[in-house]
């Protein structure tokens, strides 16, 4: 496969995800800010600094207000990592990449982008909002599962999979981190009502609410959910989830390719570190510090991805 072409599937997948990811994130803002006793943007903030986007917003608007970051986030085309702005790429790169995917594959993307970007060419109000979140992830949702339904399990998916849960690991760790490093900046609302309730908004943001309770019942408590969404082995969203599938999936491109890759060995090397790994570990560590080091291990493990495949050629 032509490089140029593993990097436009791994990056339409990518941005299909991050959209989604996106919608999560406003979620939780709205979640949390219902938790505080006053009226603060504070939560608004750190989302933005989870999602990587807070120095452009505040180039551009300075203060930051709740319409103003959700405006920012979901369509506007000054910030590359808005809704409207990764949908667009991922439709792009679908395009470049067309003769790779199936018709049920383009046509759900293609449709998902005309709807958001109709969705999202006028400012969304509040009353409206939860109905188009709802719509940005299903219309993913749709793409995903054309691709599950419809692509061959060869070289083209193992890219697209790659793309996914690398976008997925990256965002599942700066929820878990946005949790204790912005939310709660001093020790004394830790183990109160208030950081109980904020768990448990994380917890929702990944859309794992109900397959916690299957394995944990009624307990909320930090260790168990921070537990969940960084070691369990089930839950799809999960560090060590994610990180298994994408060691699987270049294994599968290494026997493919009858060639060894350095993006191999890098993640072998990172989903090992899981195995034997406690949650009291990683709050001995210290929460903030382990998916400090966790992304920056990712992100150079994307950046070997694209060099070993020659993503630029």
């Excluded at 600094?49 to 207000?65: C, I, L, R, S, Y």
């Excluded at 939310?183 to 397959?211: C, E, H, K, M």
């Excluded at 993640?267 to 382990?290: C, Q, S, W």
Aim: aromatic residues 8%.
């Amino acid at each position: 496969m032509l490089g140029k072409t593993a990097g436009g599937l791994f990056w339409m997948a990518r941005y299909l995800e991050r959209a989604e990811n996106t919608t999560r994130l406003l979620e939780t803002g709205q979640r949390i800010a219902l938790t505080r006793s006053h009226a603060s943007n504070d939560e608004w903030a750190s989302i933005m600094q989870t999602a990587g986007v807070a120095a452009g917003f505040a180039d551009k608007h300075g203060e930051v207000t709740k319409d103003a970051t959700i405006d920012w986030m979901l369509r506007d085309i000054d910030n590359p990592s808005s809704v409207r702005a990764v949908m667009k790429q991922a439709r792009d790169n679908a395009r470049l990449v067309r003769t790779a995917l199936t018709h049920e594959v383009w046509a759900a993307i293609n449709a998902g982008w005309m709807r958001i970007d109709e969705a999202l060419g006028r400012k969304v109000n509040e009353r409206d909002l939860p109905a188009v979140l709802d719509m940005i992830r299903q219309s993913t949702a749709l793409a995903r599962g054309a691709t599950h339904g419809t692509m061959l399990r060869n070289d083209i998916y193992d890219f697209l999979r790659l793309g996914t849960f690398i976008e997925r690991a990256d965002n599942t760790g700066r929820i878990l981190d946005v949790k204790y490093y912005v939310l709660l900046p001093t020790s004394f609302s830790v183990g109160s009502s208030l950081d109980n309730v904020q768990w448990d908004t994380i917890l929702r943001s990944v859309g794992a609410g109900g397959g916690y309770r299957m394995t944990h019942g009624q307990r909320t408590g930090p260790s168990e959910i921070a537990q969940f969404m960084i070691l369990d082995q089930r839950m799809p969203r999960s560090l060590r989830f994610c990180c298994s599938k994408i060691a699987s999936n270049l294994d599968f491109l290494e026997k493919d390719y009858g060639e060894e890759k350095p993006s191999g060995s890098l993640a072998r090397t990172l989903h090992g570190r899981f195995k034997g790994l406690t949650i009291a570990e990683v709050f001995d560590h210290g929460l903030h510090e382990y998916i400090e080091d966790f992304l920056r291990d990712l992100g150079a493990l994307s950046s070997r991805i694209e060099i070993d495949y020659r993503f630029y050629e």
